[in-house]
């Protein structure tokens, strides 16, 4: 982890939790948070996405409780609009967990310590069953994703659960769950698969208004 920076910039947000080695398109219209991005675009390019948690509403404006545990990601296309904006492109990188906070800036910035990448490593058993509560999970589509994912992108171990971890369309503190899990995340995710297919089950008309389909 030497070449990653000890002090990065974070950006906090309400219902967005990045994973390593998945891309996100974010949309930076804040002037603190243009800031943030025009600085960082001069140096090493890392962004450290972290859940903001609690009552944030209340105090978004100046620094409301965050978690500690969150995941950085590199700028790898950037666009400045003319009116200031940025578009960019970010892809996930490590884990890191907040060290110590540092307000001097228009943004927080934190040293953090960088968590060892999580193996994770899927059997044949465990990549069949997660195939089937996807299945479960989705219905019909399930099928072309998985043979798209596993089949022609050739995904496998980190790289599959991570993509579909970030994908998933469930609750943004479950997505923090399975962050935070690491090297456990298979296990994580498949639980909460099953939770969720059997809580559908149970819903008003057999479904329930927390599951969903990839986003």
Wanted: charged share 25%.
């Amino acid at each position: 982890m030497a070449d990653l920076p000890e002090i990065i910039p974070l950006f906090p947000l309400p219902n967005f939790v990045l994973f390593p080695g998945v891309q996100a398109p974010l949309h930076i219209f804040e002037p603190r948070y243009r800031e943030m991005v025009a600085e960082v675009a001069e140096s090493h390019g890392m962004i450290g996405m972290i859940m903001l948690k609690g009552d944030w509403e209340r105090d978004y404006y100046a620094n409301p409780d965050i978690y500690e545990v969150g995941c950085a990601g590199k700028i790898t296309t950037l666009t400045r609009l003319p009116d200031g904006r940025f578009n960019l492109l970010l892809e996930g990188m490590s884990e890191f967990r907040i060290v110590r906070e540092f307000r001097d800036r228009a943004y927080r910035t934190a040293r953090v310590q960088w968590c060892p990448a999580a193996q994770i490593d899927l059997d044949a058993a465990t990549m069949a069953g997660l195939r089937e509560l996807l299945i479960s999970f989705l219905g019909p589509p399930a099928h072309d994703l998985w043979k798209s994912l596993v089949e022609q992108r050739g995904l496998g171990g980190a790289d599959l659960i991570n993509f579909i971890c970030f994908h998933l369309d469930v609750a943004p503190i479950e997505k923090q769950t399975l962050l935070e899990a690491r090297a456990s995340r298979a296990g994580c995710l498949l639980d909460i698969l099953t939770f969720q297919v059997e809580e559908r089950k149970l819903g008003p008309g057999g479904t329930s208004g927390s599951s969903g389909p990839l986003q």
